[in-house]
């Protein structure tokens, strides 16, 4: 079985920072592209910062240069630095993954139960 876990949200005022962090575990053989998508109430949900397994980066316009992926391969895991944070960053945030598990011979996704960001004075 696969499971990932993200922590690290919370309360934080206008202008204020967080740190996502998401690790991933089980049976993995291997992992390829791990990202963070984030779901506001009443909307789709939306990918906001992606680490592909070349080490490339990509991100959604709104967050560029205030939001940073970053990822630990050795542990399997992948984090979100959060700075100067909008209301408009309020959600729930999800991290994804591409996995193979041990004996498997396809990819395939895997979410966590998410986390709650919420932007607030």
């Known amino acids: 079985q696969v499971q990932l876990v993200e922590s690290g949200g919370g309360l934080v005022q206008p202008g204020g920072s967080l740190r996502l962090s998401c690790v991933a575990s089980?049976?993995?053989?291997?992992?390829?592209?791990m990202g963070w998508y984030r779901q506001a109430p009443g909307k789709k949900r939306e990918l906001v910062a992606l680490?592909?397994?070349?080490?490339?980066?990509s991100y959604a316009d709104s967050v560029k240069g205030r939001l940073t992926i970053s990822r630990d391969n050795a542990k399997n895991m992948v984090y979100l630095q959060m700075n100067g944070l909008k209301a408009d960053d309020t959600a729930v945030y999800y991290c994804?993954?591409?996995?193979?598990?041990?004996?498997?011979?396809?990819?395939?996704?895997?979410w966590g139960q998410g986390t709650q960001v919420t932007v607030s004075a």
């Open positions: 089980g049976s993995i053989s291997s992992i390829l592209a």
């Open positions: 680490f592909a397994s070349d080490g490339s980066t």
């Open positions: 994804n993954a591409n996995i193979k598990k041990t004996y498997d011979s396809i990819y395939s996704a895997y």
